[in-house]
Nanobody, 117 residues
Framework: QVQLVESGGGLVQAGGSLRLSCAVL????????MRWFRQTPGKQRELVSS???????NYEDSVKGRFTISRDNAKNTMYLQMNSLKPEDSAVYFC???????????WGQGTQVSVSS
């Protein structure tokens, strides 16, 4: 089984920064793509950013230039550095990882990010 543990959410003022972490525990499998999603009440979960195993990054347009995704394959950990935060970035952020060998993907429990104006 694959377990994901997220950390780093919290309350910050507009213009501030937060760093989210997602650690993949208890797995013997190589991790493929890793992704960050976010969700606000009443809306669908949306993809914020993704990173391949070899480090290719992608970002949703509204976060380009403000967020940076990274990963440490040796630690099976992914990060999301969020700078210049805006109130509209407020959401529950979820990490998601792909495990190619079992053709599956797994979700973290979510971490709340709140940005005050």
């Amino acid at each position: 089984q694959v377990q994901l543990v997220e950390s780093g959410g919290g309350l910050v003022q507009a213009g501030g920064s937060l760093r989210l972490s997602c650690a993949v525990l208890r797995t013997i499998y190589d991790i493929g793509d890793m992704r960050w999603f976010r969700q606000t009440p009443g809306k669908q979960r949306e993809l914020v950013s993704s990173i391949t195993r070899d480090g290719k990054e992608n970002y949703e347009d509204s976060v380009k230039g403000r967020f940076t995704i990274s990963r440490d394959n040796a630690k099976n950990t992914m990060y999301l550095q969020m700078n210049s935060l805006k109130p509209e970035d407020s959401a529950v952020y979820f990490c998601n990882v792909v495990v190619p060998v079992v053709s599956g993907y797994y979700w973290g429990q979510g971490t709340q990010v709140s940005v005050s104006s």
